[in-house]
Nanobody
Framework: QVQLVESGGGLVQTGGSLRLSCAVSESILLIETMHWFRQAPGKPRELVANAAGDSYTSYVDFAKGRFTVSIDNAKRAVYLEMNNLKPEDTAVYYC??????????????WGQGIQVTVSS
């Protein structure tokens, strides 16, 4: 299974910014699609944003205008840039990455989750 390593979370004040990274820990052929989810305490996991290929992105309503996702195949990583953060953005954030391994087999992997806390 292809391993993903998330980084970039932490504590930030309302209005601040964070950039989450999700790096693939081994050589792969291609990242095809990725999704970011989040889960707040006592709530179900929810979708934040999607990306595919070089230019397709989509965002749920609370992320539009504040969050930006991207795929960097050269660095084998995906990103979630979050601006104007609000206390309700506090959650554990998970990346989900899908693509092709060097042997051309598909992979579908999840990150370990990373805490984002926004103080009021």
């Amino acid at each position: 299974q292809v391993q993903l390593v998330e980084s970039g979370g932490g504590l930030v004040q309302t209005g601040g910014s964070l950039r989450l990274s999700c790096a693939v820990s081994e050589s792969i052929l291609l990242i095809e699609t990725m999704h970011w989810f989040r889960q707040a305490p006592g709530k179900p996991r929810e979708l934040v944003a999607n990306a595919a290929g070089d230019s397709y992105t989509s965002y749920v309503d609370f992320a539009k205008g504040r969050f930006t996702v991207s795929i960097d195949n050269a660095k084998r990583a995906v990103y979630l840039e979050m601006n104007n953060l609000k206390p309700e953005d506090t959650a554990v954030y998970y990346c989900n990455v899908n693509g092709r391994k060097t042997g051309r087999d598909d992979f579908h992997s999840w990150g370990q989750g990373i805490q984002v806390t926004v103080s009021s």
